[in-house]
């Protein structure tokens, strides 16, 4: 039985990648690829999707699929890279959503719970994005769920060939907005398939 991580009452879940998600995701990248360029470079191929898919059977690497609840269907895709223990407790956030399915609010709420399975599951203590300036829509989105700017860097990422400008943008457990929610507000996980 697959599961999504959810609000009750939530519009989005989380759910981890897997095969099955391979065509609604490349489909998903088609018909968006001019809104995504020159952002990311989601899995636009089966072998794009299957490196990505055999790459979060590594602990240190989670892919989550963002799933709609009314139709049921994939709308984008959030991931947790480079996720470092011990002192650090870091990991790195990417994260994109399909054109169709912009300016809907969906990816706050997916964003919130992505903190949540960070901070509260993984036990994580910082979440690191990183945003090329000009790209509006994205920082407008990390701040909102509190991320913090802690700098820029030159050249910092190789994006379509070209090394690209970033800005670099965190957020730690103590500043996280969810903690001390009671537990029958805070997100759970449910069957995928009737999940709303």
Known sequence: M???????HGQIG?????????????????HSSAFHHPWIQP????AAF???????????FQSLTVWANRP???VGMINLSQIFRGAF????????VAQAFQ?????????????HYAFSELGLHRLEANIQPANALS???????????????????????????HERWAIHHEIWNERGLPAAVCPQWKPLEGWA
């Open 2 to 8: 697959r599961l999504a991580l959810s609000y009750p």
């Open 14 to 30: 989380l759910s981890p990648l897997t095969d099955t998600d391979a065509l609604p995701l490349m489909e998903l990248v088609a």
């Open 43 to 46: 899995p636009s191929t089966p």
């Open 50 to 60: 299957d490196a990505l898919l055999a790459r979060s059977q590594n602990d240190a």
């Open 72 to 74: 049921s269907q994939i």
């Open 89 to 96: 407790e870091n990991g790195y956030l990417s994260y994109w």
């Open 103 to 115: 300016h809907r609010g969906w990816m706050t709420e997916a964003m919130r719970l992505t903190l």
């Open 139 to 165: 920082i407008r989105l990390i701040a909102r769920i509190g991320f913090v700017k802690e700098g820029y860097s030159a050249n910092y990422l190789k994006i379509l060939g070209e090394w690209r400008d």
